[in-house]
């Protein structure tokens, strides 16, 4: 019930984002703005976040604080002295929702640069156009290992979950653990995350006795359970994308009264699970990103982002992606600023992207490699007590 009224009020929320957009459109032309004749340069921003299905509380959730952070640039004299624009189109959670975004950026909004999508599948379809057309891809939140091999001008600023799959692969073998069970949803995050941890576990020695996948609008699991109970492994590992799904399946399994020894990613780890699901995730380990939550500005700038967005940003958004997609538009801020880009140059802010020395970022200095990943952001193994996440040493 909680979980449909959260639905309700995002359907409300994109409704009068929608709203607002279109009186935009109405008032003034959105994307050549002129004053007294003139016409005002600006940096035009294409956004592709889910505006539809079970992601859109998490698209509007990172719409909202990548509004936020480029709201607060444009305060204080915006990007090289000019003014900020977004562009926000729905990209879904799909290689072809990706792919049509980009498209759409490009040709029909002539866009500088692109940030998105939230899922991997939007971003590996994007990826494809935005490459094409030698302009900036870059993305705080899509993780598979398949993104960092798609080309010169896409990069972003989370980890490929190979690592973390590797550091939740020797969390558990040498804890003693050989075999597991591996769940996971059909998504290219749990995909690709699944993949390299089959891959790293057997290079440990251990072994996957049991595998499943499901789609991502399941919601009996019961046949799950039922073949698990068949096999001999007292571990489940879980790979999922989002809320819906693993509230569905961890209440599920707490029923079930499994005693299985349980460990997932830390997208499993938003405020409404950690709020809603005590019970059901205690004792859950995961690989997450490594933050020094006692730093107060990080406090600070989630009280800021909520207070903009009128939500509570970190209900639908583990709070280690709320900081990297608030980062993301002052880190491309330094770039064209340090380089001295024209808008539209993807070339320069590629090349200042690569050759960046470093970004002052609340994870510590980060920097791209060669694949146009982020490096200086390492993981942390973490474990779920009784709603706090307790940093495992």
Known sequence: MELELLNLKNEIRLLILLIIFLSLLGCSNLFHSERDGIKIEKLKIGIIVPQSNKLISLGLSILDIYNYSFTQINLNGGINGKQVELVVVDGGCSVDGGKIAAMD????????LIVGGICSETTIGASKVAEKNEKILITSTSSSHLISNLGDFIFRTTNSNSIFSKALAEEIFFNGISNVALIVENSSYS?????????????????????????????DFTYIFNNLSNTNVDTLVMFFLNDAVSSSFVTQLYDYNHNLTL????????????????KQLDGVKFAGTFLDFSNPKIQFVINEINNFAGVDVTLNIPVPYVILAYELPYLLKQVIEENNCTFGDSIC?????????????????????INGDIDGIFPKIYQIKNSSLILVE
Not at 263 to 278: E, R
Not at 349 to 367: C, K, N, P, T
């Open 191 to 219: 995909d690709s995350y699944g993949e390299t941890f089959i891959s790293e576990f057997k290079k440990f020695g251990g072994e996957v006795l049991y595998y499943d996948s499901f789609d991502i609008f399941e919601n």
């Open 349 to 369: 802010v590629r090349d200042g992207l690569y050759f960046m020395e470093s970004f002052d970022s609340l994870f510590g200095d980060i920097y791209f490699d």
């Open 263 to 278: 460990y997932g990613t830390d997208l499993i780890v938003s405020n409404y699970m950690l709020n809603n699901f005590v």
């Open 105 to 112: 950026l490009i040709d029909k909004y002539d866009v500088d």
